[in-house]
Every structure is written in structure tokens, then in C-alpha cells.
């Protein structure tokens, strides 16, 4: 039987207005949470990607892409295990300005991709970007001294290991 695990969905599309509702429908409809969505553009003009992270089977993957390349708009679907994509996330930490000197502060800012980014009378804000893991560690170590004014994370952001060369693959789409 098919375990659950963790899988990047990756759908190129039109850029029409109600894409997204009917993308994420097709989850809610199989009842798969969504964990974390982008959208931006893609490396073909005109063609849009939407990242989603979702754990399910790998049966339930392959059920979704088939649902998903259904939708008119979508040009091609694809589904990639954590071991065939390069991915990153970025976060927000805003803190108050009180600890910027603050010895603690700055041994956690020895986080390997951590820049303070905006520094005001009130507060600065720390960017951070890695791997789930890293952001969640570095929220870790920050969170219990309750210096976290604020905090956001992106949507995983990601590409593939294996050459995928999706301007070939969307070669016949022409959106003239």
C-alpha cells in the first residue's frame, strides 16, 4: 500500500482570472491539504507555475495530475518527491530593536542564510531562506525569548534536479 509522503505539484497554466479557485478545489475535493502554494511567472511568456506542496500517496499524486491537466487552462501538471527538486523557503522575523545587540540574537543570526534586512528606531527585520527545516529551527531558537513581533513565511519555491527541460515540454503551446 502506497505510504503517505510529501510531494511538490507543479502546474503550468494561462494566466485567466479563477485558476487558482479551481486549481485548489481539486484538492479540497479529495479532502488533501494544501501545506504551502506559490504562483508566479515561468521561464515561458505568458505561461504562469503554481508550486504545491502536499502530502498524500503516491496513487492520490498521480490522480491529482490527471484531475488537474483536465482544467482547460492547465498546460502540464507534475509531481516530484523531495529527492528530485532543489527547493528553498524564505521568512520575516521581525523583532524589537531593544535586542539587536542582545547576545542571543546574534547567535542565532549565525543561521547560514539569515540577513537583517531593515533596521528602524522601533524594530529590524531578519530574512532568512533554506529549507523548511532551517526556517523552523531558526523560528525555534527565536520564538521563546518573545522577541517575535511578527513573523511570515513564502511558499516553497523549487526546480528540479533532473534535466526537465519544460520550454520543450510546452513547446506546442501557443497562447496567440
Known amino acids: 500500500m502506497d505510504k503517505k ?5 507543479s ?3 494561462e494566466n ?8 485548489s478545489a481539486i484538492f479540497l475535493k479529495r479532502h488533501i491539504n494544501i501545506e504551502s502554494m506559490t504562483v508566479s511567472k515561468s521561464e515561458i511568456e505568458n505561461v504562469h507555475r503554481f508550486t504545491f ?6 496513487t492520490n499524486a498521480r490522480k491529482i495530475i490527471g484531475q488537474l491537466e483536465k482544467q482547460i487552462e492547465v498546460i502540464r501538471a507534475f509531481y516530484h518527491t523531495e529527492d528530485e527538486i ?9 523583532i524589537s530593536t531593544e535586542h539587536l ?6 547567535n542565532k543570526l549565525k543561521f547560514r542564510r539569515a540577513n537583517i534586512v531593515t533596521i528602524t528606531e522601533d524594530y529590524f527585520v531578519i530574512e532568512a531562506s533554506g529549507l523548511k527545516e ?7 531558537k527565536l520564538k521563546p525569548y518573545g522577541m517575535l513581533l511578527q513573523f511570515v513565511r513564502s511558499g516553497r519555491i523549487a526546480i ?6 519544460i520550454s520543450e515540454l510546452l513547446a506546442e503551446f501557443d497562447p496567440a
Do not use: C, H, S, W
Not at 485567466?16 to 486549481?23: A, E, K, Q, Y
Not at 506542496?53 to 503516491?58: F, H, Q, R
Not at 532551517?134 to 525555534?140: A, F, R
Open 134 to 140: 532551517d526556517i523552523d529551527k531558526l523560528y525555534d
Open 101 to 106: 545587540y542582545d547576545e542571543k540574537i546574534q
Open 5 to 9: 509522503q510529501t510531494y511538490t505539484v
Open 53 to 58: 506542496v502536499v502530502k498524500l500517496t503516491e
Open 16 to 23: 485567466n482570472v479563477g485558476i487558482l479557485n479551481r486549481l
Open 86 to 94: 532543489i527547493y528553498q523557503e524564505t521568512a520575516l522575523f521581525k
Open 160 to 165: 528540479t534536479r533532473p534535466k526537465m527541460a
Open 11 to 13: 502546474v503550468y497554466t
